[in-house]
């Protein structure tokens, strides 16, 4: 017997037989879409989205479209960033103007939402300044399908899945904005702490960084004479790109364990060193959570307190207030070539301190939102990973 060549790896086991090819033109019912023609300054705010080829642009007071229908852009872009989608199932009533194809699926819209979510669409591109996907071009591209009641199993069964990755990004997205508000009420005092035993803490204390750290780079000669970069090894310098969203990104490092470290002891990184980058893009933070693993490389600041009347988790958590970015460091962003801080400059930002108690209680509470976030986040990226394998294998 022959074997099946248009069925997918992975199936339900109610159905059989091959997948048959189809063009999209003749599998969906296309629908003309046009510009509103008013100016932005005549356009009043309504409640109809108004849909173009990168997303929803305004809200308008008239629709043209009310039910389900598919919405591509004719440029291939994403017609919105809902979940990093291509190609978006747009519901209820709204607009499209002309930069985006519209079109309803015979069968399951469902399913030929994710089938075209599939597509590598610039092999389709035509034009020459600006590509574009051509009406007639987009009704040319072809598609394995399987009979509507397969479709319908599959499509409800994405959804599902869909409807998980949904509910993850809303509550990240929660989280992270209860954490800054909560952070707003703490730093402002609006909200305290109090002790074990139930008593108030004292007053904060306003410092300068350079009262409760050391602030440190690496220089230029020590970088040029004395490190010696490798693509293997153990020993790692820390770059700019390193550090972001307040923890080391280590997908791209340099190792660097044929230099001369006799001569690196001040850029040497121990546990509970705060990393600060200081040119280019400024105020990335993380903080060091091993011995013997990492030097500092150029552009990034090394915040080291100096005793232990002070917790660094709790400054960190200062330093990635967003008023503390915008007041604070900003001031002393220096612009020319590109932004940068100077080590005098980050040692004069101002920083109001409670007691080591209350900044440890702080810290704690802080973290265990950061720590709801990162699992949350964990979750939303595993369930992403599990719908692009689904996808990988359910669609021929």
């Known amino acids: 017997m022959s074997k099946n060549i248009n069925v997918p790896k992975l199936r339900f086991k109610e159905f059989s037989g091959e997948w048959e090819e189809k063009k999209l033109g003749n599998i969906a019912t296309f629908y003309n879409s046009k510009r509103i023609p008013l100016t932005d300054t005549d356009r009043v705010k309504g409640i109809y989205p108004y849909y173009g080829a990168s997303g929803i642009i305004d809200y308008v007071h008239e629709y043209i479209f009310e039910g389900e229908y598919i919405l591509l852009g004719e440029d291939g872009a994403n017609i919105v960033m809902r979940n990093s989608r291509l190609v978006f199932l747009a519901k209820g009533k709204f607009w499209v103007n002309n930069h985006a194809h519209v079109f309803q699926a015979n069968e399951s819209n469902s399913f030929l939402c994710e089938a075209l979510e599939r597509i590598n669409y ?110 293997t090894g153990k020993i790692i310098a820390l770059r700019g790109l390193n550090i972001k969203n307040n923890s080391l990104v280590l997908s791209d490092v340099k190792y660097i364990d044929r230099s001369d470290f006799s001569k690196l002891s001040r850029s040497k990184l121990y546990m509970n060193d705060m990393m600060f980058t200081y040119v280019g893009t ?115």
């Open 122 to 231: 610039t092999k389709y591109n035509t034009g020459t300044a600006q590509p574009k996907l051509n009406a007639e071009v987009v009704k040319k591209i072809k598609l394995n399908l399987p009979q509507k009641q397969e479709q319908e199993k599959i499509a409800s069964f994405l959804i599902s899945v869909d409807t998980k990755i949904e509910q993850l990004t809303k509550k990240e997205s929660l989280l992270k904005e209860y954490k800054k508000g909560v952070m707003q009420k703490i730093f402002n005092q609006e909200i305290r702490f109090v002790s074990d035993d139930g008593s108030e803490f004292c007053d904060w204390e306003e410092k300068k960084l350079g009262e409760i750290a050391d602030v440190s780079k690496l220089a230029g000669f020590e970088f040029t004479k004395h490190i010696e970069y490798s693509d």
């Open 282 to 396: 400024i105020g990335e933070t993380a903080i060091i959570q091993e011995n013997d693993r990492f030097y500092l490389a150029p552009n990034v600041a090394r915040i080291r307190l100096k005793d232990e009347l002070n917790s660094i988790i709790f400054v960190n958590h200062y330093f990635n207030r967003y008023k503390f970015r915008k007041v604070e460091i900003e001031k002393y962003i220096a612009t020319s070539s590109q932004p940068a801080l100077s080590m005098t400059n980050i040692r004069l930002f101002k920083l109001n301190l409670p007691c080591l108690e209350e900044q440890t209680k702080i810290s704690n509470f802080l973290s265990s939102i950061d720590t709801k976030i990162e699992q949350t986040g964990k979750q939303l990226e595993q369930t992403k990973k599990f719908k692009k394998a689904l996808l990988q294998q359910m669609f021929v």
